[in-house]
C-alpha cells in the first residue's frame, strides 16, 4: 500500500500503548463478563487472565502484521475442554469472545485515531480484526462442540464402567457413596434393577432414553446404560414403556449396596418373560412360579413326559384332552364351566378328564397333580430359545 512504510513508526506506537492498557482493560473485560455472563463466574480469575492475555497478543500480531491466522492455528481445544466441564455453554463461549474482541478493536481505532494513523491503514486494520474475529469464532465454536462431544463420552463411559461395578457388587460401599452423590442417587432409598431388551426394529439407544425418561417422572431416579443390545441399570419405580415394542425384566427393590441381586433376579425376569412371547415390563409379582419353569428344563421335561406326553398316541382327541385339562385347571375345577366354552356337553368334558388319569396313571383330585400338571402345561407353552440381544446372562455376567 502505498505511503504505508511511512505509517509503520506511529503503527509501532499504536501498538505500543494498546499494550500498555492490557492489564486495566482486562480488569474491565472480567467484570463486564462475570456481571453480564453467569456461567463465566465458574471459571477463576486466574484462567481468564491467562486467556486474554493469548487474545490480545494474537489481535496485536494481526494489527501489525495485516493477516489472520489460520484456523488450524487457534489453539482452543483446552480452553474448549475447559470451558465446557465447567458448564460454560457454547453461545456464552462465543459472546465473551465477541466482547473481548469489540474490546480489542474499539480500543485500536481509539488510539490509532489519537496518533493520527493513516485512515486507509485504520479501516485495514480494523477490517482484519473483525475477519480474526470470525475465524476464531468458527473455530472456537468447532473445538468447543467436540469438547462437548468427548466430555459427553467421558461421562457415558464412566457410568457405564458405575453401573457395571454396581450391578455385579464389585463396589466398596465407599465408591457407591461417592459415585451416588455425582449420579443423583440417594443410598438411603430402594432401587429396582432393569434389563430391557427392544423387540422388532427398535434401536436399544432410543429405548435406554424412554426408559430413563419415563424412570425419572415425578422426581424419581433412574441411571441406563447400554452392555450388548441390552438396556440395563436401576429405577426406583417400574417405567412406562409407551408405544415401544420392549420386553424387560425388573428386579426386587433393595438399597444400592446389594442392588446386584436385584440384577440377577432382573434378568431371570427378561429371560421368563422372553421365553413365553411376553410384552412389556415384567417382575415376579407377574410371572410367579413360571420363572421356575424356564429355569428347570430337566424337570419341566421329566413332568412333560409324565403328563402331557402320554396324551400324544391319541392324535387329534389327545389334543382335546390337554386342552380340557388345561381349561379344567384355569376355571378352578368346575366342569360346566369348561363345558361351557368349549360348546360341548358336560359328560364330554367329564369323558376326557377320565381318558386323562387313565392315560397318565394319576389322579385329578391329587394336589401334587394339580401343581406338577401346571408345570407341565406352562412348561408347553414355551416355545423356541429367543432369539436376538438378551443382554448380559442369567447370572448376572455382562
Not at 462465543?94 to 493513516?118: K, N, P, Q, V, W
Not at 443410598?187 to 423387540?199: D, E, G, H, L, M
Not at 409407551?242 to 420386553?247: I, K, Q
Request: hydrophobic share 45%; net charge neutral; proline share 6%.
Amino acid at each position: 500500500m502505498p505511503g504505508q512504510p511511512v505509517a509503520a513508526v506511529p503503527l509501532e506506537r499504536v501498538i505500543a500503548a494498546m499494550a500498555a492498557q492490557q492489564g486495566h482493560l482486562g480488569g474491565l473485560l472480567h467484570a463486564d463478563l462475570t456481571g453480564r455472563i453467569p456461567s463465566y463466574r465458574a471459571v477463576p480469575r486466574e484462567l481468564l487472565d491467562q486467556i486474554w492475555h493469548r487474545h490480545f497478543q494474537r489481535a496485536l500480531a494481526v494489527v501489525r502484521e495485516g493477516t489472520v491466522p489460520a484456523p488450524e492455528d487457534f489453539g482452543e481445544a483446552e480452553v474448549a475442554r475447559d470451558r465446557a466441564a465447567r458448564g460454560v455453554p457454547l453461545a456464552d463461549g462465543l459472546r465473551a469472545f465477541r466482547r473481548a474482541l469489540s474490546a480489542i478493536r474499539d480500543l485500536f481505532i481509539a488510539e490509532a485515531t489519537e496518533r493520527g494513523l493513516d485512515p486507509g491503514l485504520i479501516v485495514d486494520r480494523t477490517t482484519c480484526l473483525w475477519e480474526l474475529a470470525d475465524v476464531a469464532s468458527l473455530r472456537i465454536a468447532a473445538v468447543h462442540r467436540q469438547a462437548e462431544i468427548d466430555s459427553a463420552l467421558s461421562d457415558a463411559r464412566r457410568r457405564a464402567e458405575f453401573l457395571r461395578g454396581l450391578l455385579h457388587g464389585t463396589l466398596s460401599a465407599a465408591e457407591i457413596h461417592s459415585a451416588a452423590a455425582i449420579y443423583g442417587l440417594d443410598p438411603s432409598r430402594p432401587y429396582r434393577a432393569i434389563r430391557a431388551v427392544p423387540n422388532g426394529g427398535a434401536a436399544p439407544d432410543v429405548l435406554e432414553r424412554s426408559l430413563a425418561a419415563h424412570g425419572r417422572r415425578k422426581g424419581r431416579a433412574a441411571l441406563l446404560t447400554l452392555v450388548d443390545g441390552a438396556v440395563v441399570g436401576i429405577v426406583e419405580t417400574e417405567p412406562e414403556t409407551g408405544d415401544l415394542d420392549v420386553t424387560a425384566g425388573l428386579g426386587p427393590p433393595t438399597d444400592l449396596a446389594t442392588v446386584h441381586r436385584s440384577f440377577r433376579a432382573a434378568g431371570r425376569m427378561l429371560e421368563t418373560a422372553r421365553a413365553y412371547g411376553l410384552r412389556g415390563v415384567h417382575d415376579l409379582s407377574d410371572l410367579s412360579w413360571r420363572v421356575a419353569v424356564v429355569a428347570e428344563p430337566e424337570l419341566a421335561e421329566l413332568l412333560l413326559d409324565r403328563y402331557l406326553r402320554p396324551l400324544e398316541a391319541e392324535g387329534e382327541f389327545g389334543a382335546l384332552i390337554e386342552q380340557s385339562v388345561r381349561e379344567y385347571l384355569k376355571r378352578g375345577r368346575h366342569v360346566r364351566e369348561v363345558a361351557r366354552s368349549a360348546h360341548v356337553h358336560v359328560n364330554t368334558v367329564r369323558y376326557r378328564l377320565r381318558r386323562f388319569e387313565e392315560l397318565t396313571g394319576t389322579s385329578l383330585d391329587a394336589p401334587d397333580t394339580s401343581v406338577e400338571l401346571s408345570w407341565a402345561l406352562a412348561a408347553r407353552e414355551l416355545g423356541a430359545p429367543p432369539r436376538g440381544p438378551a443382554g448380559p446372562g442369567r447370572d448376572g455376567t455382562a
